[in-house]
């Protein structure tokens, strides 16, 4: 049975208004303005979370990292102006001296590029800077966090051009040479390194000697 309001001439009929392309660009207005709300108390959990396990002398932060995959979907429907501004905290992150800070940056960034792929190339190219950094941290997780990051983004790293590709594969190498075994960084950069040697990753940009070529080289050169 039907409620009175549903019924013509009943005692609790209501007017119903379409819906108005002002009404829409309000709604939209204030969805924003809520994600942006979220993003930025995101990012204070990045910034002011310390809970952290260990497992294999690797870092496990349960908290950080469940905030860093919200950070990434919540800026899943905003333009690319507002993924550009993140990503400018998100350096700012980086660069305190407190490595829990640091490595809660470079989480953030690892979803906000994995999640923001139809603008990789651009978000890539304006984070490769601090990346470089992160490569070359004082702190073995927030390097292993940093080489995480460009993983799922090999592929746009080949689009940036093969010298900037050749420079993070010496810059690898280096690495590798002062990691002992068991640190956290050694399995991320061996990752990375597998699929920056990659046929299947370089795809139309690789070199025309091959890859295999490029790897001989390369050791050679250390």
Known sequence: ETSGWCTSGGSGKRTLGLVTAEDLNTAAESNRQWLADCIVLLLCVLA????????????????RETAAQALGMALQPLDASAAQAVLELLHQLQKQPEWDVRYGGYLGLKYTLAVRSDIGTQLLQSAMPALTTGLTDTDDDVRAASADALV??????????????????????????????????????MQLLAHLYSSSTAGSEAPAGGLAVEASTELVTL
């Open 48 to 63: 002011l979370d310390r809970f952290a396990d260990y497992g294999s002398d690797q870092v496990t932060a349960p908290v």
């Open 152 to 189: 799922p983004l090999a592929p746009v790293l080949f689009r940036l051009g093969l010298d900037v590709v050749a420079s993070v594969r010496h810059l690898l190498w280096q690495m590798l040479t002062q990691l002992e075994e068991l640190s956290p960084a050694t399995m991320s950069v």
